[in-house]
């Protein structure tokens, strides 16, 4: 489904047609060994389960460049092991599939640069395509870009059938300072993300999202559920 001209929802992934760029946002790899770090015990399966959903992807769209949107590592202040095996893992994964990855610096990336180092990979603060400009989202820029695409988010909604509730990742779509503005889920399957009905907004680009239109994702699926506002108040 396009979310934008040129632009399509593929999985929790973002497709620039024209400029053959897909952005992915917020693996947060090593957030297993985290976990485990705090006595939370999980099968280690993220990894092999991101890669197969890239897997899905890179058989509908051939990308020239893919981008990282900030967040490729869970840990703020050092580098786990895992995070290491996993990171250079799929960088190998998914340089066998571009010509070029660019990592976003996001908020948990402080010190991604060594391991961007070992593949030569570039890690910037932003990346401009034409009038897009992606970012990672934590904090506000000064652009004279006509579209942002941001993460860091991570957005989903809880959605109520009768007695039944469930939560989906979802993109969103509004205006920030009169700019078109996009919203990325978390690439991530073990991070379900932050429920907009309920919880409070973590970008500073999402603190009025009442008009941003929602874009379901549910099982390879994509579905317009239309305004933040008139979604919750069906689920009043």
Not at 10 to 17: F, K, P, V
Not at 84 to 89: G, N, T, Y
Request: glycine share 6%.
């Amino acid at each position: 489904m396009n979310i934008a001209p040129h632009i399509q929802i593929i999985e929790t992934a973002l497709w620039l047609e024209q400029e053959e760029i897909l952005i992915i946002n917020d693996l947060h790899l090593g957030y297993e060994e985290s976990l485990r770090q705090k006595g939370v015990l999980i099968p280690k399966f993220q990894l092999q389960e991101i890669v197969s959903l890239l897997q899905r992807i890179l058989q509908k769209v051939k990308p020239d460049k893919i981008i990282i949107n900030g967040d490729l590592k869970h840990e703020f202040g050092k580098i786990l092991n895992q995070e290491w095996k996993d990171v250079l893992q799929l960088l190998d994964f998914l340089l066998q599939h571009c010509a070029e990855i660019i990592i976003i610096r996001g908020n948990h990336d402080p010190i991604i640069k060594p391991i961007a180092e070992k593949r030569r990979i570039k890690v910037v603060t932003e990346y401009r395509a034409k009038g897009t400009l992606i970012l990672h989202g934590d904090e506000l820029v000064e652009t004279d870009a006509k579209r942002i695409i941001i993460g860091h988010e991570h957005p989903a909604i809880t959605i109520r059938e009768g007695s039944k509730w469930e939560k989906y990742k979802c993109f969103l779509k509004g205006k920030w300072n009169q700019k078109e503005l996009i919203a990325v889920p978390s690439f991530n399957p073990l991070l379900e993300g932050t429920d907009i009905l309920k919880e409070e907004t973590l970008s500073p680009f999402l603190k009025k999202i009442d008009s941003f239109d929602v874009f379901i994702v549910n099982e390879s699926e994509v579905f317009n559920f239309g305004k933040v506002k008139k979604i919750k108040e069906k689920n009043q």
